[in-house]
Each structure stands twice: as C-alpha cells, then as structure tokens.
C-alpha cells in the first residue's frame, strides 16, 4: 500500500455537490497517497459499507457536533466543506480545529469552501428525499419583475468585498476569510451557480448519493401544484448556470492549483462557477411546455404564480426563484478550467427533470 501524505476531511459526501466533489478526489492521481474521511449523518450509516468499498473512511456525526468537526478538521491538511454553508458555528468549529492543526505543524491547512452565487440551502422548499445545500450571496429581491445590470467578476475583490454582511452565506464566508488573514489556513471560496443536470457518479450508482439539483426541480413541482407551469413575477430576473460536471471540475482545478501554490486565497481566492446565463421566464416556459406534453399542465405558456400560489408553495420559495443572480467566474479558466457544457444543454434536460420530478414526487 503507498504511504499516506495528505489527509482530507469532506463534509457533504451524500449530497449532490459534495458526492460529485467526492467522486472526483477518489478518481484523482492523488488519491494513491490520500486518505479520506468523510462527515455522515446518523441516518446515512447505512451507507457506510459503499463508502467503505471505494476506500473512504467515515466518522458520524452533524454540523451540530462541534467537537467532532474540530477534531476531524485538527487532523486534516485539507478540508472540503461541501454542506450547510449558512452554519456559522460549524464553520468556526472547522476554522478551530485547522487553526490547531496549525499551531501544531507549522503548516497552514487548505480549506476549499462551498458557498453559492444564489442557488445552493436558501430555500425552505425540499425536494423529496433530498436535503437542501450550500443559497446565495448575490442575489436580491427582483421578485421576478426586473433583471440586473450587476455582474460580479471573482476578478474584482473590491467588488465582491462590497457585499454586505447581511447577504446569505456572507457571515461565514467572513469567518473564512478572516482565518485566511490571520495565517491560520489558505482558503479558497467556490461559489456554483444553478448547478443542472443529474450527478451520474460512483456514489449514485451505489445508492449513496443524492443525483437531483434544487433550483429547476422547485420550479417544475410548484408547476404541479399549481397544474400549470408557472413564472415568478415577469421572469425578467437572470441567472448563471453550471452543469454538475463542470462544477466538479473546477473545485478539482483549484484543488491542484491549491496544492502546487498557483491558486489565490484569502481575499482573492473566490471562484464562481457559471458557464452561461439564462432568463427564470425562458426556463418557466420550457417547464410550462414539458408539463404541457406529459398530460400535467393546461397550457404550453407559462402563467404567474397568484398568490394563492405563494401561500401553498411557501412565499419564500418563490421569491426565491425570482431574484438576480449574475457573475462572470474567470479565475477558475485562468488556472485552466475548462467548462464543457452550456445554457442550451440545461434546456435539453428539463423534460428529462419534469419527468423525473413526475415520477419520483408522486409516487
């Protein structure tokens, strides 16, 4: 067996982001010389033997045992934090551990932190059998009436450094930032977009991962309840899009540029993850159009959410759907990720989405 260098700890190993994330490091040349440990939840150790045939090690426990995650993150030399990116004191609880780890080596430990352009935990609304992930710090209260001009570049930290506290995420990614200042890791903030598309990895055909995004999957079953596909205001709000894919390639780019030193962190480590935008009333309509065709809408056009709508969906969840989101992610190409998969393939897939959303929510 070949000895041991690096030891990663990654929370959000069952999730879309982290799984695929996951998949990725077990698939990489360095996993020969990596160990990792992996955060599961008391209700997912089941599992535990899947995880354990790839050669993943696993420790139970939640974002409310701060011991554990201080632990863990005290014997990591790199940490993923892939899950619950508004939990301020599981954050601090990882940034104590890696401070020790630290103060104990004399190295500064890498931390590759999720937290999300708009999509990723924000809404109230959950996807059947799917837990909510890392929602977003540059969104805002459009409510689907008008788009942005704002556009944040991950090449202007002024820019993003604009951003007031109070926006989702932004208390932790604050904490982040501030162990970065003073020394005690490097750390390095992906920010995925509307991440599309089923994960098709090792882990989902195993039976431990889940494969379904949040966003479009929210549109298409508030669609159902409504027995129409539906649009949040006008629809004039915009939003960038990343195929799962991508997304898992660009945090194994900055994985390899974190650990060969060519990758900013800190204040200039932030990297979003988008490949193209889209209008929330383009997508509505091709939503509107698939549950037309599959017998579950009564027309192909898209008509606004009422507010009977609102009070049965969960008015939170559709003015989520209605906000801004808009950013360019440049650094992650400048250190050579490569995007593969565009907005028009996100539209290819929503009759595939509508379909499974039919066929798995009202079983």
């Given at each position: ?17 982290g ?5 990725r ?40 045992d ?20 508004d939990?301020?004191p ?53 409510k ?53 598309s089923?994960a ?35 629809g ?32 200039e480590?932030?990297y979003?993850g ?17 549950l ?26 559709l ?10 992610g ?34």
């Open positions: 067996m070949a000895p041991i260098d690096t030891r990663i700890f990654l929370t959000g190993a069952t999730g879309y982001l799984g695929s994330v996951l998949s490091l077990i698939e990489h040349p360095t996993y020969e010389h990596t160990e990792i440990w992996v955060l599961i939840r008391p209700s997912k150790e089941g599992k535990i033997p899947a995880f354990r045939s790839l050669g993943v090690k696993t420790v139970l426990g939640t974002y409310d701060l011991d554990l995650l201080e632990d863990q993150a005290a014997h990591a030399d790199i940490v993923f934090a892939c899950a619950d990116a939990n301020l599981g954050a601090q609880a990882i940034l104590k551990g890696m401070r020790k780890k630290h103060e104990r080596t004399g190295v500064q430990p890498l931390l590759i932190h999720t937290s999300g352009t708009g999509e990723q935990g924000y809404p109230l609304y959950k996807v059947k059998g799917v837990p909510n992930e890392p929602s977003g710090v540059l969104i805002d209260d459009a689907g009436l008008h788009s942005t001009d704002i556009i944040y570049d991950d090449m202007n930290p002024d820019q993003i450094h604009s951003l007031p506290p109070t926006q989702p995420h932004r208390n932790v990614d604050l904490a982040v930032l501030k162990a970065d200042r003073d020394h005690d890791i490097k750390s390095y903030i992906i920010l995925p977009s509307t991440v599309y089923h098709k990895t090792k882990l989902v055909a195993l039976g431990v991962q889940n494969p379904r995004s949040i966003q479009i999957p929210m549109l298409i079953h508030a669609g159902l309840l409504k027995g129409q596909g539906g649009v949040v205001g006008k004039e709000n915009i939003w960038p899009n990343v195929h799962i894919d991508d997304v898992s390639d660009l945090f194994v780019v900055v994985y390899e540029n974190a650990l060969s030193g060519r990758a900013a962190h800190g204040r480590g932030f979003f988008e490949n193209g935008e889209h209008k929330m009333y383009d997508v509505s309509k091709a939503i509107a159009q698939a037309y065709e599959l017998g579950k809408g009564r027309s192909p056009e898209p008509e606004p959410f009422t507010q009977e709508d609102y009070e049965h969906f969960g008015r939170r969840n003015e989520y759907l209605g906000t801004n989101s808009r950013c360019r440049r650094r992650g190409r400048l250190l050579g990720w490569k995007p593969k998969y565009t907005t028009e393939d996100m539209f290819k897939g929503i009759k595939f989405e509508a379909e499974y959303v039919i066929q798995h929510e009202e079983a």
